[in-house]
């Protein structure tokens, strides 16, 4: 078995369009939310959201590849690029390698929406634009980012609900652990705008705490009131670690276990039984107690039933040992299907700067989370080994462990 | 309609969202060789062409064309026929 090393991270966030800038804001504990009065103008019950601006692709890439993007693709080239340059790859070097790519995304609702409103009023599919139809497809950011970066390897997106970035972090982990590939660009997106949260907003589940938009996610604490909608793209480049050690790649962190589970219960109500499973799995796989876990990037969302359901789990597996937990959610809402990649950067950026984020607005605990060990201010702490949790609708789950390679 | 209205709209287009190099904008320039189009952006053309001029631009047509001078005299002929 081959060990996968993370070579390369890229990020483009409510919190910051690159590693530096969301690098400070995890240190800061800076929040990327805003309230958004167009939202309440549509009919949303929240409006609130986590602010991305889009990218300026023109002028970078060609009319050809920007018509066939839509938002989150751009997000994903923006955080590719950032990434595919932390790893030092080229896209020359590229070229000469059969590099593929497994990326989450999980709906593209902006360019569907679009193009029906427009077949809708003209009554004739000839009026929509020869990019609309790769731009709503499921699969659009890796079919894009595929073309773009003249990959030649594994080419598929993975849709998981809130754990899409996560589980394609993991099996591109899987597919290199077993000598399938060498390099892939994996990561998870999120598209932001006003179409794609419309219905999400409809079970009632977003945080009504618009007075004070910083301070409305607030994961494991007491007056949680729901989660706050973001998104974004986050990369990651993994390679086989001697592969990458002979190309005289940075080695930022090894992922050493990945493990999944289904709950098999409900679409939207979380099961400990399942997050158990795939926490418990991820440990066996990385061959580690739990003691040795130092920090746990949790997936706290903000709501009520799914943060308390996190601190079971945590408290089950990770009780006597009280590892540093945090969630980053609190400062960048919910990136929904980009989190599980982003949460894994945002780790990374904490193991190699020796500091954990705090999870900002945890004032007050309730009965589940005060039992765990939740950072409120940044830590200095030099750690080597971390747990990043994401779990979605359907549930499904999916749990990634990294470590510092020394 | 007058046809330099047609070329007009044509050439604003392909600046604007194909962002063609205005050096090779003229009549006898080449579609794919001189311009890079390419078949999608056939599609993009015929959208143009209905919303801006109300002409239904048929797919076959259109690859048959091989010039710009070809384009602007197709679609005059069918803002002609309307």
New interface residues.
């Given amino acids: 078995m081959n060990r996968v090393a993370i070579t390369g991270i890229g990020i483009y966030s409510s919190i910051g369009k690159n590693l530096e800038e969301v690098k400070s804001s995890l240190y800061n504990g800076k929040s990327g939310i805003i309230f958004d009065p167009e939202r309440k103008k549509f009919g949303y019950q929240s409006g609130l959201t986590g602010k991305v601006e889009n990218p300026e692709l023109?002028g970078i890439l060609?009319?050809?590849s920007r018509?066939c993007m839509p938002q989150q693709a751009e997000f994903a080239y923006m955080s590719t690029s950032e990434a595919l340059m932390t790893a030092g790859l080229t896209r020359e070097y590229l070229d000469l390698t059969d590099a593929g790519i497994i990326f989450g995304n999980d709906g593209s609702a902006l360019p569907v929406i679009e193009a029906l409103d427009t077949i809708r009023e003209t009554k004739?599919t000839?009026?929509?634009?020869?990019?609309s139809v790769f731009q709503s497809m499921n699969s659009t950011v890796s079919l894009n980012l595929s073309v773009i970066f003249r990959l030649k390897g594994i080419n598929f997106t993975v849709s998981a609900a809130c754990a899409s970035g996560a589980h394609a972090i993991g099996l591109a982990y899987s597919m290199i652990r077993h000598g399938y590939q060498k390099t892939i660009i994996c990561g998870g997106t999120q598209e932001v705008n006003l179409y794609c949260v419309a219905n999400f907003d409809a079970l009632g589940a977003f945080s009504r705490l618009e007075s004070s938009p910083a301070e409305a996610s607030r994961p494991f604490d007491r007056k949680r009131d729901g989660l706050v909608p973001s998104g974004g793209a986050a990369t990651v480049i993994l390679e086989d670690l001697d592969y990458a050690i002979k190309r005289g790649a940075p080695i930022l962190a090894e992922v050493v276990g990945y493990g999944f589970s289904s709950d098999g219960t409900h679409v939207s109500v979380p099961d400990t039984n399942g997050q158990i499973r795939a926490v418990t799995m991820a440990l066996n796989e990385a061959g580690l107690d739990p003691g040795k876990i130092d920090y746990i990037n949790a997936h706290a969302t903000s709501t009520p039933l799914g943060d308390q359901a996190e601190a079971m789990t945590l408290n089950r597996i990770f009780g006597k040992y009280r590892p540093a937990v945090s969630s980053t959610k609190s400062m960048t809402g919910h990136e929904l299907s980009m989190c599980g990649a982003s949460e894994v950067v945002y780790s990374v950026i904490m193991l190699n700067n020796s500091f954990i984020a705090p999870n900002i607005n945890f004032e007050e605990p309730d009965e589940f989370s005060s039992p765990l060990n939740i950072i409120t201010q940044t830590t200095p702490a030099e750690f080597d080994v971390c747990l990043s949790n994401s779990f979605g609708f359907g549930g499904t789950n999916s749990c990634l462990i990294i470590k510092k390679v020394h | 309609m007058e046809k330099e209205e047609i070329i007009v709209a044509v050439n604003k287009f392909l600046l604007q969202?194909?962002?063609v190099d205005e050096k090779e904008i003229r009549p006898d320039a080449h579609l794919k060789d001189d311009l890079g189009l390419?078949s999608?952006?056939f599609?993009?053309i015929?959208?143009m062409a209905?919303?801006r001029f109300g002409i239904?631009?048929k797919g076959k047509d259109m690859l048959s064309l091989k010039t710009l001078g070809d384009v602007y005299d197709y679609i005059h002929r069918l803002v002609q026929m309307k």
């Fill in positions: 023109r060609d009319h050809r018509s004739d000839m009026m929509v634009s020869s990019g | 969202e194909f962002e390419e999608l952006d599609v993009d015929a959208v209905r919303k239904t631009v």
